[in-house]
Nanobody, 125 residues
Framework: HVQLVESGGGSVQAGGSLRLSCASS????????MGWFRQAPGKEREGVAS???????DYADSVKGRFTISKDNAKNTLYLHMNNLIPEDTAVYYC????????????????????WGQGTQVTVS
């Protein structure tokens, strides 16, 4: 069973930055595809950024140019660097893992991911 633990959330003013981290318990971290999702109150969970099975990256249009997904395989850790934050970025952010296979649906569809962290709150005011 894979455990994912997010950290790094908090409250920031608009224009500020945060770096989210997601530590995986699995030594085979590098053989999974990882992604970041978020869910705001009253809204569906949406894809923010992800790595595909060939290590290319995808981003939601709303975060392109502001957020960067990265990973450190040696540390079994996924990151989300968030710059120029806006109030619309306020949400609970989750990291997720799925098998290292091609997408079967849109990259941001949560159903493709079978392991989830507990989430970390990001509030932008």
């Amino acid at each position: 069973h894979v455990q994912l633990v997010e950290s790094g959330g908090g409250s920031v003013q608009a224009g500020g930055s945060l770096r989210l981290s997601c530590a995986s318990s699995e030594p085979a971290f590098s053989r999974r595809c990882m992604g970041w999702f978020r869910q705001a109150p009253g809204k569906e969970r949406e894809g923010v950024a992800s790595f595909s099975n060939d290590d290319t990256t995808d981003y939601a249009d709303s975060v392109k140019g502001r957020f960067t997904i990265s990973k450190d395989n040696a540390k079994n850790t996924l990151y989300l660097h968030m710059n120029n934050l806006i109030p619309e970025d306020t949400a609970v952010y989750y990291c997720a893992a799925r098998p290292n296979t091609p997408y079967t649906r849109h990259w941001g569809h949560p159903s493709q991911y079978n392991y989830w962290g507990q989430g970390t709150q990001v509030t932008v005011s």
